[in-house]
Structure formats: structure tokens, C-alpha cells
């Protein structure tokens, strides 16, 4: 089956900086990739998502990249702000049919 | 609000019982996708059914089964239940069954003694 790691783990950041959470896969049939935010206690909800054939795609302070060559995506905060605290999930999707899998999950921390 | 409902958002039983989680899509959509989330961990896909039929199968114990009804509102079915089986349960929904947005409903929290 497919691995899927996300590193970091945790993170916390000071507001106004930078957050890159990156997400790596082992199936490289996978060509669609999302990000979903959880907020405490809240349902996850997608944030961004790039499909195979674009390198990078922006949605105002998020942004993601993907490598397909080194099989990893990575989601990039820019301006953090209190709001971004979240728990964050990559989930790499491959063609119908197949079992999906999703990142173990980023705490990330915005510290006022 | 993603136009997925869950109901019952909570959910107390013990160990041995059976409980259904039930779900409906939002409008329009025709796939279904069920999760778990323990405390503190992250979302392991059990099932997702399409337009009635199941379209992809994860680590789904053989104690669980779900299904989608000709409405597409989607049950899942927890048997025997064991103290591990406490999770935040989750559906989702999304237009086709194929690489797309997911959107979640509010979960069924299900605390097993």
C-alpha cells in the first residue's frame, strides 16, 4: 500500500512567519494531491490541492508545491496568523478504486 | 457547514453492542467515504461506496459493514464493539468517486465502556 509521511510532526511558529509542512508518498501512480485543515474539534476541510501536470499552485498566504520526480508535496503558509493553529493532512490520491491514505498530520502552533 | 450531516453526533454504548452511524451527502453528490480518527491520531479511511456500490476498501475490521442506500445516504454499521473502537467517526462526500474534493460532515463521536 501507500506510504504517506508528513514531517514536521509539530510545529510551532510566531505569527507573521512561515510554515512548510511537507508531504511524502511511495505510489507515484498518485497525481492528485490535497491539503485538509482540522481545527479543534472541528471536521477536517481542504485548503488547497494541485493535481500532476502544475508545479505550484497559490490561494492568497497558501501555496502548494509538488516534486513529483522526489514523490513529495509541500504546503507553504506564508504571514501566519492565530487562526492558521490547526492540525494539517496531506492525502495523496491515485486513480478510483484505491484505498486512500492520509498523512499522520501536522500540529502546527501560531504563537500571538 | 459542508452540506454533509451525521447523525447521531454522540453516541455512549458498551462493549459487545452494535451501533449504526448515519450519513447523508450533500446534494448532488454521489460518493461517500467513511473515516476514523482516535484521540489524537490522524484519519484512517475504512470504506467509500459510489452511487450504491463500493467503490474502495481500507483497513475496515470485518466487526464493521456499511452501505449506501438508493438515496445515497450512506450507514455504517459497528458490531461487537470493543473499548478501542472509541473514535471520532467521519463521512464525507464528494461529486464523483475520483480524485476530488472531499466534504466532511461534523462526525459521530462514539465513546464505547
Known amino acids: 500500500g501507500e506510504n504517506v509521511e508528513q514531517h514536521p510532526s509539530t510545529l510551532s511558529v510566531q505569527e507573521g512567519d512561515s510554515a512548510v509542512i511537507k508531504c511524502t508518498y511511495s505510489?507515484?501512480?498518485?497525481?492528485?494531491f490535497p491539503w485538509y485543515k482540522q481545527e479543534l474539534g472541528k471536521r477536517p476541510q481542504l485548503i488547497i490541492d494541485i493535481r500532476s501536470n502544475v508545479g505550484e499552485k497559490k490561494d492568497q498566504r497558501i501555496a502548494v508545491t509538488l516534486n513529483k520526480t522526489a514523490k513529495h508535496f509541500s504546503l507553504h503558509i506564508t504571514e501566519t496568523q492565530p487562526e492558521d493553529s490547526a492540525v494539517y493532512f496531506c492525502?495523496?490520491?491515485?486513480?478510483?478504486?484505491?484505498?486512500?491514505?492520509f498523512g499522520g498530520g501536522t500540529r502546527v502552533l501560531v504563537k500571538p | 457547514d459542508s452540506g454533509v450531516t451525521q447523525t447521531p453526533k454522540h453516541l455512549i454504548t458498551a462493549t459487545g453492542q452494535r451501533v449504526t452511524l448515519r450519513c447523508s451527502p450533500r446534494s448532488g453528490d454521489l460518493s461517500v467515504y467513511w473515516y476514523q480518527q482516535s484521540l489524537d491520531q490522524g484519519l484512517q479511511f475504512l470504506i467509500q461506496y459510489y452511487n450504491g456500490e463500493e467503490r474502495a476498501k481500507g483497513n475496515i475490521l470485518e466487526r464493521f459493514s456499511a452501505q449506501q442506500f438508493p438515496d445515497l445516504h450512506s450507514e455504517l454499521n459497528l458490531s461487537s464493539l470493543e473499548l478501542g473502537d472509541s473514535a471520532l467517526y467521519f463521512c464525507?462526500?464528494?461529486?464523483?468517486?475520483?480524485?476530488?474534493?472531499?466534504?466532511f460532515g461534523p462526525g459521530t463521536r462514539l465513546l464505547v465502556l
Open positions: 464525507a462526500s464528494s461529486v464523483g468517486g475520483d480524485r476530488e474534493t472531499q466534504y
Open positions: 492525502a495523496p490520491h491515485k486513480a478510483a478504486g484505491n484505498k486512500l491514505t
Open positions: 505510489d507515484s501512480a498518485s497525481n492528485y
